[in-house]
């Protein structure tokens, strides 16, 4: 039994003296250093997230912080390990060399994921919209339903859901409507080339009164007599309506086009529409 114990004694020592003390001491160190720096990461982003909710009140930016958090902390993980390997004799250079083509494959794969990151990134420190805004952008029209770290989701006016990478809203030019203080209305009216030139300043006459009567059109309004036009004679009208609802907007244009053909039926002014005349001129042969 004794020397059963003391056969296993010795094989402990043989086991021990391959153990490498220093290998594992270095790999807890590292990994103590890497849990306190992503400790600290955490922390960091939770300040940052409360910044932006309490100063900005921008709720949007607090969704783009954990993705760079993570990504922050992969970059650092992997220069500790190049670092470590790098030290204990391993070349860094070859096993980066062996990788290459997956390495490759993988940033071709990774790249339009990081292209809609930044994308997201510049939508959101710009302000360009946010959800709930009426936008264009390109060839699209309509309102932000959800604004994610791959995409942007627009409901149009045909209440069609398009989803855009937000690496292409990024890249083309975005017209926030809603972001409008107020919205224009920018509308000629042709009367008809017969009108007197009492009707005519009758018109313009009732189109000014209609403005300033509504309160939700603002006072800087411009009637003017723009041009005479292959079939009529145009009015043309630029105003702008109180609101950034398009919605609202859209309601007020209507109200003010009414008023208009109301009082222009009851002063008897004809609009004007694309019309011809025809002169026929004889020979002057007499039968």
């Given at each position: 039994m004794l020397e059963r114990l003391i056969h296993y004694f010795h094989r402990m020592q043989e086991v021990l003296k391959d153990?490498?003390?220093?290998?594992?001491?270095?790999?807890?160190?590292?990994?103590?250093i890497l849990t306190i720096i992503f400790k600290i990461l955490d922390l960091c982003e939770e300040k940052i997230k409360s910044n932006f909710l309490k100063k900005n009140a921008n709720t949007q930016m607090v969704k783009i912080v954990p993705p760079i958090n993570r990504i922050v902390k992969f970059t650092i993980f992997l220069i500790v390990l190049a670092s470590f390997?790098?030290?204990?004799?391993?070349?860094?250079?070859?096993l980066i060399a062996g990788f290459g083509i997956t390495g490759l494959a993988v940033g071709l794969a990774a790249n339009s994921a990081l292209a809609n990151i930044f994308g997201t990134i510049s939508i959101y420190s710009d302000k360009s919209f946010q959800v709930g805004d009426y936008i264009k952008c390109g060839e699209?029209?309509?309102?932000?339903?959800?604004?994610?770290?791959?995409?942007t989701k627009i409901r149009t006016l045909d209440n069609a859901l398009t989803?855009?990478?937000?690496?292409?809203?990024?890249?083309?030019?975005?017209?926030?409507?809603?972001?409008?203080h107020r919205k224009r209305i920018f509308e000629t009216i042709g009367v008809t080339y017969d009108t007197s030139n009492e009707k005519l300043e009758r018109a313009i006459k009732i189109i000014e009164e209609i403005l300033e009567s509504h309160d939700d059109i603002t006072k800087d309004y411009i009637v003017t007599l723009h041009k005479l036009d292959d079939s009529s004679i145009n009015i043309r009208v630029n105003a702008y309506v109180k609101t950034k609802v398009f919605a609202k907007y859209l309601k007020v244009k209507e109200a003010f086009l009414l008023e208009v053909i109301k009082k222009f039926r009851e002063e008897g002014i004809e609009f004007a529409f694309p019309s011809q005349t025809v002169y026929l001129a004889g020979n002057g042969d007499e039968n």
């Open positions: 153990i490498n003390f220093g290998f594992i001491f270095e790999i807890v160190i590292n990994l103590v390997l790098q030290t204990h004799g391993y070349s860094v250079s070859s699209y029209e309509g309102t932000v339903e959800d604004i994610n770290m791959r995409s989803i855009i990478p937000n690496s292409s809203v990024a890249d083309g030019a975005i017209i926030n409507i809603s972001a409008a």
